[in-house]
């Protein structure tokens, strides 16, 4: 369910929320369920070794970051900056690229 930074769901995980969300909400939809692959058995020693890497990878950057009292799109630029149709009349020439 969820993606390797354990943080955002995996596209399993979006599917699954999203059927449960319609569910809830009594809306009729085509969603089937989806079932996880099965994940290959490893040691306890193993999967401790994952555990250090997804922290040195995500979770030290993340609590950093909030130390510096920064945000994890701290200097991402907008793909749309300007308000302006996105799609139909009005819209400028080339920006459906």
């Keep these: 369910m969820w993606s390797s930074d354990r ?3 995996s596209p ?3 599917h699954t929320i999203a059927a449960m969300v319609l569910d809830t909400l009594a809306v009729r939809h085509t969603l089937e369920p989806l079932h996880p692959k099965e994940l290959p058995a490893r040691t306890w020693r193993a999967a401790r070794a994952e555990d250090f890497v997804w922290a040195r990878e995500y979770f030290v950057p993340w609590v950093l970051r909030r130390l510096r009292h920064r945000s994890s799109g701290d200097g991402v630029l907008a793909k749309r900056p300007d308000v302006a149709p996105i799609f ?3 819209m400028p020439p080339g920006a459906a690229d």
């Design 12 to 14: 399993l995980g979006h």
């Design 88 to 90: 139909g009349p009005g």
């Design 7 to 9: 943080l955002h769901f």
